[in-house]
């Protein structure tokens, strides 16, 4: 049975060097397309400064007594919900890995896990220098069989302290938060917030916004034109 596959790809070539390859395993691809599609992350598909491609398990369905094919069984213990089976996800791996691209010292395969290491833009930026090809495996349901662990090395990460009802959601933040520290994604590299002094904190115009005969204004200092000022005033995470 061949894999189930949908590839984002690239319509023009205006990127230089090696293109960072997402490989992602999930049962439902199409949750990603409203998103990469668009803006920013489809902007660098088209440049092919990144890759998304993904991998649907299901293509690796196992057959049960019944001849019915499926991805998920009781866990072992007892409990509510199902567990996605190991195999499907191991087979899913496996076709990524056998790409001739694939080199293995550039490879990192993450496992989506709640008590992961907390992914963040330091985490983010390793990924993005280290590796070339970066698999993400997506879970659903109860969770993955935990012996993918055991055959293949994975590092366990986590988006942040909650549980989300898949892993979708956590490796489209991942492609994004990677991506922006790849040169040439952003139209201009040094505008990431995270390389600069920021605040959370910005205005436009009008100077003064009139909101129901109230007025609004623009803080003083970012209108005075003094940039270390400004940087300060930036800078001050306690103002209120």
Wanted: proline share 4%.
């Amino acid at each position: 049975m061949g894999v189930n596959t949908i590839k984002k790809t690239d319509k023009k070539s205006t990127g230089t060097g090696d293109l960072l390859n997402f490989h992602i395993i999930s049962l439902f691809p199409e949750a990603f397309d409203s998103y990469i599609d668009k803006s920013i992350i489809a902007r660098a598909i088209e440049n092919r400064l990144i890759k998304v491609d993904f991998y649907n398990p299901k293509a690796f369905a196992i057959a049960n007594k019944s001849g019915i094919s499926k991805v998920d069984d009781r866990p072992y213990g007892g409990g509510p919900g199902m567990v996605i089976q190991a195999e499907p996800i191991i087979k899913s791996i496996e076709k990524v890995l056998t790409k001739k691209t694939i080199i293995k010292a550039k490879t990192l395969i993450i496992f989506l896990s709640p008590s992961g290491v907390q992914f963040d833009t330091e985490l983010a930026t390793t990924f993005s220098k280290k590796y070339k090809d970066i698999i993400i495996v997506c879970g659903r349901y109860e969770g993955i069989d935990a012996r993918v662990k055991k055959v293949f090395k994975m590092v366990d990460v986590s988006v942040g302290p909650w549980v989300t009802t898949g892993g979708e959601l956590p490796a489209l933040i991942m492609i994004d938060v990677i991506s922006r520290q790849i040169e040439g994604v952003l139209g201009k590299f040094d505008s990431r917030e995270e390389a600069r002094i920021s605040s959370s904190e910005v205005y436009t115009r009008p100077e003064v916004l009139v909101h129901k005969n109230k007025k609004y204004k623009v803080p003083k200092v970012l209108l005075s034109g003094n940039h270390k000022e400004i940087d300060i005033w930036r800078a001050d995470t306690d103002r209120k």
